[in-house]
């Protein structure tokens, strides 16, 4: 069964920074792909950041290069996204995933968290 669990949201100003955490489980980093997805008010649900260790691939979202950094403690079954310079248009719901996907400009997952609220305010 794979359960991941969110947390490390809340409201920060913009130009600050914020790390979410992701507790994992009933699965292996090293057989599925883990990464981040959010949901803005009003939006539809985009992709954030997705990394594979079978194939090596790290994927970001043109809006958020540079500035996100996803990375994952494989003893502790946690999942990172070190979030910098965070400006409001990052403002929204943030899930982790497992089984992340790209292909070109297109984003998938098969499981989600319950989502943390990440608020930047101006």
């Known amino acids: 069964e794979v359960q991941l669990v969110e947390s490390g949201g809340g409201l920060v100003q913009a130009g600050g920074s914020l790390r979410l955490s992701c507790l994992a489980s009933g699965f292996s980093f090293d057989d599925y792909a883990i990464g981040w997805f959010r949901q803005a008010p009003g939006s539809v649900r985009e992709g954030v950041s997705c990394?594979?260790?079978?194939?090596?691939?790290?994927h970001y979202a043109d809006s958020v290069k540079g500035r996100f950094t996803i990375s994952s403690d494989n003893a502790k079954n946690m999942v990172y996204l070190e979030m910098n310079n965070l400006t409001a248009e990052d403002t929204a719901v943030y899930y982790c995933s497992a089984e992340c996907s790209k292909y070109g400009y297109s984003w998938f997952a098969k499981y989600w968290g319950q989502g943390t609220q990440v608020t930047v305010s101006s």
């Open positions: 990394s594979s260790a079978r194939d090596g691939t790290v």
